[in-house]
């Protein structure tokens, strides 16, 4: 007899619909027009983005239907299984059952085709040719690119040149999706060349590569900007992972005590997450959620709770968010998609809301973790995913020194193909720990646009 | 509506026994003893493998238990999924349906863990504290390295050093899973250290570094060879892959015309296609079955049915098998996996009996087609896998052609993520097309053991 290791769902249990957590959060951040300091409207929006997503973004219903073409296509990797970590849970000698949400089989590897067809989706019917984004780790663009491929829309990358550098088969990945991949900062836009005027070679940072994003959409009727992570629209897409879960965590005849996700821009979180909160919200049982950060981007234990743009050209509009400051370039560390200053402004209103609990981890720490992770359950994760596996070996371990049983669930993002450079140093001992950049936070705290215009915090 | 994507089977519908198809081959290839030239018996193998191993070499079971433990492990990434490439067969406008078998999802990105995972848990069990083997791409490598992690059993590795070179992320990879990693030829064995002499900087080839492998398992009692292809024993393992493809064949409510595998050393081949040829021996549906090899390493078109040594080393015993001559050092080559001068004996008296049909495939037209796969159903594949794609594709058009539906089955090995510098040159037209090496192959073939020692072709 074999015990039951994967909790699998048939195609036909893909959710039907997007589920949103503003329909049951106590109170819904506002997004700020930067100009008029007002709420923003759909029609702010349509600059960068398509009616249907505009929409979507400023949405407060409960539930969104997923198009039918766009459903159809989640069935090639959805739904993704939930697996209960057995091997890892001996190795710590822990009561805990371990269970993880593992994304890292979809085409592109992680979480982020979720959002990235329904996006395509929804841009291809309103006309749009071409789509520019942003990638750090590269998670992101090459699965808009992935995306892309499927409805023939043109896709341009701007990644993060430090990542660039590092991580050439994640260029590969987008080229071979057919898109384009460009180093940010670059001469493509007045955002990038400013940067580079301050310091050829600028190695770059997720804000500057949205704004030279956000620059060329603004400038193009048929482009678009396509966003990975942060926006409602995109948590919203993110939802099916934490529906999914709570089906599954059914099937399995047991409910997490405690959900651990990586937090970057919140995307992972969020959809992991999302569904269990509003579960608790609307009746029904707590669950502790735990958003595990790294040291080096602290954005939720060190940021301020302020208006701030997502990017570093300011286009955006003003998120309510934890930022440690839009110009904040955070030290150079592996868990590239972890590298922002701002946070998704749903995420933050969950953390003020007491919803969530914040923590932020060590690398080092982290890539251990990962490594007692594939020796155990065979994965080799993303970068950002071991910080997840980090804060549920922590849950674990509690449970342990308690000596009572605890369900832990954590979301595995991704998985690690692509970053296996990061590993060699952790093997070799050479990984360098992160230090966290207080003075650079503080810099960058003090150009926050609403302290520079500080009607629109009155406002 | 959605359509059905994929087949799956829950973790309880793992098969519970191995197939054998020398229970239904019509005559079954005896293997020879290099010295005596007699049939080998366990004995004889016993200083490569451990006995259980041994016996499955030989066995002509029908069927084999799998332990519970490994039927355990195998749950974590099986069934595997049976997914319809719906998306492809629009691309292609064909009235075929094409279904793919997926075993890229395994936690080393192919099917060859199916085999590690069983014959690390009876080394283990047989008091064996390392594992030697030979890689060339690396997906036999990184597989018995996390088989290796799993057992708490020394791995240690000779690949192939222009894939060394080619590879390094593989290599991480298995140093992640703990193991050790050597280019071949190494000054580790005599077989290396004689290539070493004739050319500093030697390339290597599969069949060097099983040498060096074999060498090291010869002269260590307590250490045992591996092997991740063209053994009895191997295509036992694999056969959980036509097992469950069969079962899942009936979900769909269809049966395969055609199964196409990529054919190296047998392994991938034989575990898809074994159990649906043994259904035909006793009676069951007739089915083709296609075996896509490399047009510059040609073993089933262009080789020569005799007795031949597995490695260049000397050591193993003498198979009867498709080879072109065990010191053929096939031309450099993107599909590394199936860059081997012999075949599986079960797969040569498949292909004698006219089971399976051979065709050889160039490597540019391989990745023409890996990459509309990619762009259509998402996943990168291995360039190994490829083969097999192009080779269901020419099904399906010839099903066009035809104006008639056929059932495509096709196996995909595994995911290109390390191999992605070869897309890179296809994407940009500077991808080599492979020659077939006439000249080296007829000198290799002239020193075929069985013509240099006739009385064993005789006896």
Redesign the interface.
């Known amino acids: 007899?074999?015990?039951?290791?994967?909790y699998?769902l048939?195609?036909?249990d893909?959710p039907t619909a997007w589920y949103n957590l503003a329909a049951d959060l106590p109170e819904l951040a506002p997004k700020r027009n930067p100009g008029t300091g007002a709420d923003i409207t759909v029609d702010d929006l349509l600059p960068f983005v398509c009616r249907d997503i505009a929409e979507q973004e400023l949405s407060t219903e409960r539930y969104v239907e997923i198009p039918?073409e766009v459903?159809?296509i989640y069935?090639?990797?959805r739904p993704s299984p939930l697996?209960r970590a057995r091997?890892l849970e001996r190795a710590l000698d822990t009561p805990a059952r371990i269970y993880y949400k593992y994304e890292g089989?979809?085409?592109?590897?992680s979480h982020k085709?979720n959002t990235a067809i329904p996006q395509v989706y929804y841009n291809k019917a309103a006309g749009i040719t071409q789509l520019v984004t942003e990638t750090g780790a590269g998670q992101w663009g090459s699965s808009l690119s992935?995306a892309g491929?499927?409805f023939g829309v043109d896709v341009r990358v701007y990644m993060v040149r430090a990542s660039f550098h590092q991580k050439p088969?994640r260029r590969?990945?987008m080229?071979?999706?057919?898109a384009t991949c460009v180093p940010s900062p670059s001469e493509d836009t007045e955002t990038g060349r400013k940067r580079l005027a301050e310091r050829a070679e600028h190695p770059g940072s997720l804000g500057i590569a949205t704004g030279e994003a956000m620059e060329i959409a603004f400038h193009n009727p048929h482009v678009n900007y396509a966003g990975g992570s942060v926006l409602n629209h995109v948590l919203l897409h993110q939802s099916v992972i934490g529906q999914e879960a709570l089906a599954q965590m059914a099937l399995a005849d047991d409910y997490p005590d405690v959900v651990v996700g990586c937090a970057g821009g919140g995307s992972n979180l969020g959809g992991l997450t999302f569904p269990f909160i509003g579960e608790q919200l609307r009746g029904g049982r707590r669950v502790r959620v735990v958003a595990a950060e790294p040291a080096a981007c602290p954005t939720l234990t060190r940021g301020r709770l302020a208006f701030d743009f997502g990017d570093s050209g300011g286009f955006s509009p003003l998120f309510r968010m934890h930022t440690l400051g839009n110009d904040f370039v955070p030290p150079s560390m592996h868990a590239g998609g972890l590298r922002y200053h701002g946070m998704s402004p749903l995420v933050s209103s969950a953390v003020e809301a007491g919803l969530i609990e914040p923590v932020a981890l060590r690398q080092r720490a982290c890539f251990e973790a990962g490594?007692l992770f594939?020796?155990?359950?065979?994965?080799?994760p993303a970068p950002e995913s071991t910080h997840a596996i980090r804060g549920a070996i922590a849950e674990a371990l509690a449970a342990k020194e308690e000596g009572r049983p605890r369900t832990i669930l954590f979301g595995l993002s991704g998985h690690g193909?692509?970053d296996?450079?990061a590993?060699?140093q952790a093997?070799a001992g050479t990984l360098e720990d992160d230090i966290y950049d207080a003075a650079g936070v503080e810099a960058a705290l003090t150009n926050l646009p609403a302290q520079e215009r500080p009607a629109l915090l009155d406002a």
Chains 1, 2 share one sequence.
Do not use: C
């Open positions: 007899m074999i015990e039951r290791t994967k699998l048939a195609d036909e893909t039918d459903r159809q069935t090639q990797w697996v091997r089989g979809s085409p592109a590897g085709p992935f491929a499927y088969y590969l990945l080229e071979t999706y057919g490594i594939a020796r155990n359950e065979g994965i080799v193909h692509f296996l450079a590993y060699e093997l």
